[in-house]
């Protein structure tokens, strides 16, 4: 999962890139938000087997 946290925080930053952000304000909050979106898919996919591991799911 951390490979794909990195994997996605990456490629979202690339895109930033890739569509011509220049502005500095821009690109940090493009970075910020690259960051919490790939860290929020990463913790929704450890949640799955964690939930079935805990009993949450059957």
Do not use: E, K
Not at 24 to 38: D, P, W
């Amino acid at each position: 999962m951390l490979a794909l946290g990195a994997h996605l925080a990456h490629g979202l930053w690339s895109v930033v890139n890739d569509l011509g952000a220049t502005g500095q304000r821009v690109r940090q909050v493009c970075l910020v938000l690259s960051g919490a979106i790939a860290l929020v898919i990463m913790v929704a996919n450890i949640a799955i087997p964690v939930a079935v591991q805990i009993g949450v799911v059957s």
